[in-house]
């Protein structure tokens, strides 16, 4: 018997993102030009980022190495710690953000999440290990091995 194995690289760009502000009693999402991760001058309250990824071509039998995600830094920041929960839907094709009142914190999420405390982002358009993500492939691959996953679905 012989085992064949290939490895591929995929780049999967995120297709729809939204910040949900939220505060006591009230939530409302952003659909502005760029994220803030923990917290924007313009609102108060918790902050949550929602990415999706759409039409993503990997069959539910695939074993995830390694996942991560780049972004690009706009302006200088310059943050104290921070420290942010990446999580994944549960559910296996996820439905596009819209302006609903929490329709990114009220989302069903695998109780696993990954903690990335990125630094320093020094420079405007910075893109490189301080703006990677750690690797999110544990979390990936619990929503890719779901039997109801299928080639091309979403994920956010």
Known sequence: TTLVTTTTTLTIPITHFSEEYKSTNESW??????????????????????????????????IINSAKIQFIAKGNVSLDFVALNIFVEANVS?????????????RTRIPEYVIWTPPTWNSDLESGINQETPNLASIIQRIISNENWNNNNNNS
Request: with cysteine; aromatic share 18%; hydrophobic share 35%.
């Open 94 to 106: 996820p439905f596009d953000f819209d302006f609903r009142k929490f329709n990114i914190s009220r």
């Open 29 to 62: 999402v952003d659909t502005s030009t760029d994220l803030e991760f923990c917290f924007d001058s313009d609102y108060s309250g918790e902050q949550i980022v929602g990415l999706l990824f759409s039409s993503i071509d990997i069959p539910n039998s695939a």
